[in-house]
Nanobody, 116 residues
Framework: QVQVVESGGGLVQAGGSLRLSCVVS????????MGWYRQAPGKQRDLVAV???????TYADFVKGRFTISRDNTRNMVFLEMNSLKPEDTAVYYC??????????WGQGTQVTVSS
């Protein structure tokens, strides 16, 4: 069973930075497309950023220029560097691992709270 575990959330003031990490328990991590999603209270879960197997990245418009997604295939990890944080970035952030249509795994989420 593939496990996805996030870490790095916390409380930060507006304008600050946080780095989220996610580790995936699989021997074929390099074949997964990895993504970060977020869900604020009462709202749907939204895509934040994705990094594909070939390191191609995609970002939601609301984080472009502020967040950076990266991966380290030697450690089975994906990261989300978040800068210039805003109160509206407050949410639970989830790591997603996907390979094709049949294999998709989620982490338990990590809370990010940005105070104004």
């Amino acid at each position: 069973q593939v496990q996805v575990v996030e870490s790095g959330g916390g409380l930060v003031q507006a304008g600050g930075s946080l780095r989220l990490s996610c580790v995936v328990s699989t021997t074929i991590f390099r074949f997964y497309d990895m993504g970060w999603y977020r869900q604020a209270p009462g709202k749907q879960r939204d895509l934040v950023a994705v990094i594909g197997r070939g390191d191609r990245t995609t970002y939601a418009d609301f984080v472009k220029g502020r967040f950076t997604i990266s991966r380290d295939n030697t450690r089975n990890m994906v990261f989300l560097e978040m800068n210039s944080l805003k109160p509206e970035d407050t949410a639970v952030y989830y790591c997603n691992a996907r390979m094709g249509r049949s294999q998709e795994y989620w982490g338990q989420g990590t809370q990010v709270t940005v105070s104004s």
